[in-house]
């Protein structure tokens, strides 16, 4: 598979070249020069093939020969000791639990997979890489468990200051060793932007700069690994539709390139909180970013979501073709809260802001097709969101033991503004 700029068509790359560049020369998006039929992978996968072999043998079949099956199995067993679970809660709705890893996030499938093979990769090439990163929350905690310890890359992870949970805002800064955290005065918007103006940033070029953020292929093809794994799983129930939490889009854009690839599956729900830019594109054609607003579900505080790049791309700037694979909601945090409690009244299930966003958007999906099955990615545990959770069903969510060390341990975090500059002379002055 070779990957081009969604800015540019003119020069190709290898998975390599893109995972370890991470953004494309010109500041555009890596994505794949075309799409191949996988169609018969998918008819001839088993329900009863557990996630690494699936995972496994897909890698090899969507990157070979660039990755052989021998290299894939490597990548896998490293990165993934955990797994996806599915769980049924009623007739009409199964959640898909994504929360089982190291940070307790979605985020670990993409983090994992690409520490994994980036280790790999630069024992094989005796180099070094530094990954610097953007978090609304989730990313950065998944970002530091993977690549923590790695010999070979150190880790810069930039989040927004009074943004994040005080368990995301620890998991990112109390890792110590190769992670540096940086706690940036602005939004997520301001970090994202920060990040992609170091890559094109020419006073920077010596540094062996890549990302962990969903810009990168690497994080984002692995996450197709659980809407393949779950289908497979689900096939022999009926007609289902993936509910998806979004917030930078990589998660849905990670669905709709397994859709591309030949998964019969679709249309896709994306489920936003109230920075709603992609719902409103949705409904009346202009697509209009805007600086985001904080809400109970931190990680989706996304104003302008880089992954719309890909979604242009894949479908060739056509409204008309968004509106055919996606359908979306906005739910505010007041009807989340609700959604939280009702959820765990009725059904004894307790859910995260983000996943209870999920939840309503698959109740608003089914009033427009009623008899449809939702399948909800939920994209973290409950207990990353104790307040929240506790002010919307009054009990306290319990989380592993091993979190109660994390939030023992000091902060340590460097304040920086919200510059390009101040990114710019803090990597210098550290590298």
């Keep these: 598979m070779k990957f081009v700029s969604t800015l540019s068509s003119q020069k190709a790359v290898s998975f390599t070249e893109a995972i370890f560049s991470g953004l494309a020369p010109d500041g555009g998006l890596y994505h794949p020069v075309y799409m191949p039929d996988l169609s018969d992978?998918?008819?001839?996968?088993?329900?009863?093939?557990?996630?690494?072999?699936?995972?496994?043998?897909?890698?090899?079949?969507?990157?070979?020969?660039?990755?052989?099956?021998?290299?894939?199995?490597?990548?896998?067993?490293?990165?993934f000791f955990f797994g996806p679970v599915l769980r049924k809660i009623s007739d009409d709705t199964t959640i898909l639990e994504l929360f089982h890893g190291p940070s307790l996030a979605f985020k670990d499938f993409g983090a994992s997979f690409l520490a994994s093979a980036m280790n790999h990769l630069l024992e094989e090439q005796g180099?070094?890489?530094?990954?610097?990163?953007?978090?609304?929350?989730?990313?950065?905690?998944?970002?530091?468990?993977?690549?923590?310890?790695?010999?070979?890359?150190?880790?810069?992870?930039?989040?927004?200051?009074?943004?994040?949970?005080?368990?995301?805002?620890?998991?990112?800064s109390a890792t110590g060793g190769n992670v540096f955290a940086l706690e940036v005065r602005g939004g997520f918007d301001d970090c994202q932007r920060?990040?992609?103006?170091?890559?094109?940033?020419?006073?920077?070029?010596?540094?062996?700069?890549?990302?962990?953020?969903?810009?990168?292929?690497?994080?984002?093809?692995?996450?197709?690994?659980?809407?393949?794994?779950?289908?497979?799983?689900?096939?022999?129930?009926?007609?289902?539709?993936?509910?998806?939490?979004?917030?930078?889009?990589?998660?849905?854009?990670?669905?709709?390139?397994?859709?591309?690839?030949?998964?019969?599956?679709?249309?896709f729900v994306a489920a936003t909180n109230t920075n709603d830019v992609f719902p409103t594109f949705l409904l009346t054609g202009n697509y209009l970013p805007r600086a985001s607003v904080p809400t109970y579900s931190s990680a989706m505080?996304?104003?302008?979501?880089?992954?719309?790049?890909?979604?242009?791309?894949?479908?060739?700037?056509?409204?008309?073709?968004?509106?055919?694979?996606?359908?979306?909601w906005s739910i505010d945090d007041d009807t989340t809260l609700k959604t939280i409690s009702r959820v765990y009244q009725d059904y004894g299930y307790l859910c995260c802001p983000h996943t209870a966003v999920g939840w309503r958007a698959a109740e608003l999906f089914r009033n427009q097709y009623p008899?449809?099955?939702?399948?909800?990615?939920?994209?973290?545990?409950?207990?990353?969101?104790?307040?929240?959770?506790?002010?919307?069903?009054?009990?306290?969510?319990?989380?592993?033991?091993?979190?109660?060390?994390?939030?023992?341990?000091k902060k340590v975090a460097h304040y920086i503004g919200n510059r390009d500059e101040d990114l710019k002379d803090w990597l210098i002055k550290n590298f």
């Design 41 to 79: 992978f998918f008819r001839n996968l088993s329900d009863e093939i557990p996630f690494n072999e699936m995972a496994s043998d897909f890698t090899s079949t969507l990157l070979g020969p660039e990755i052989d099956s021998v290299t894939a199995r490597k990548i896998v067993h490293d990165a």
């Design 301 to 328: 505080d996304v104003g302008s979501p880089s992954n719309y790049e890909r979604l242009k791309k894949l479908f060739s700037r056509d409204t008309d073709v968004f509106r055919q694979h996606i359908r979306a």
């Design 127 to 172: 180099n070094r890489a530094i990954i610097l990163t953007a978090t609304s929350g989730d990313t950065g905690g998944a970002v530091a468990q993977a690549f923590y310890k790695k010999i070979n890359i150190d880790v810069v992870i930039l989040y927004p200051s009074g943004r994040v949970s005080s368990l995301q805002e620890k998991q990112i």
């Design 371 to 409: 008899h449809s099955q939702a399948l909800i990615l939920s994209t973290a545990h409950p207990g990353k969101f104790l307040d929240i959770v506790k002010k919307a069903t009054g009990i306290d969510s319990k989380l592993p033991k091993t979190f109660d060390e994390i939030m023992q341990k």
């Design 194 to 267: 920060m990040v992609k103006a170091a890559f094109s940033n020419p006073g920077l070029k010596e540094l062996p700069l890549t990302s962990a953020n969903s810009i990168n292929p690497g994080r984002l093809i692995p996450q197709s690994f659980y809407y393949i794994w779950a289908w497979a799983q689900m096939k022999a129930k009926g007609e289902f539709t993936f509910v998806v939490p979004s917030g930078n889009f990589g998660n849905l854009t990670a669905g709709l390139y397994a859709e591309a690839w030949g998964l019969p599956t679709g249309p």
